[in-house]
Nanobody
């Protein structure tokens, strides 16, 4: 059974940090690129970062560049998203997804259920 399970979300003050995790099972993890997406209430889903299957390629949307860092641990089938200098506009449900291709415009085969991130004082 394929699973992607996000964790690490929560409530944080502006300027704070969170680290999201995406734990994968049920498929050959190191064949897949992983993307992080987010969706705020009333807004369209936004792709914010992705990482290639080996971890050698990464991409960040302008909205998070310089503040977020994506990484992966293929030995433990997990991808991380370190989020620093968080802003209220980062408030959203964050999802990870897996694709045999690389890039935020790729077709993603598997999706997690999401984890809520709220940035507020």
């Amino acid at each position: 059974q394929v699973q992607l399970v996000e964790s690490g979300g929560g409530l944080v003050q502006p300027g704070g940090s969170l680290r999201l995790s995406c734990a994968a099972s049920g498929f050959t993890f190191d064949d897949y690129g992983i993307g992080w997406f987010r969706q705020a209430p009333g807004k369209e889903r936004e792709g914010i970062s992705c990482i290639g299957s080996s971890g050698g390629s990464t991409y960040y949307a302008d909205s998070v560049k310089g503040r977020f860092t994506i990484s992966r641990d293929n030995a433990n089938n997990t991808v991380y998203l370190q989020m620093n200098s968080l802003k209220p506009e980062d408030t959203a449900v964050y999802y990870c997804a897996a694709s045999l291709d690389y890039g935020l415009a790729a077709a993603y085969d598997y999706w997690g259920q999401g984890t809520q991130v709220t940035v507020s004082s």
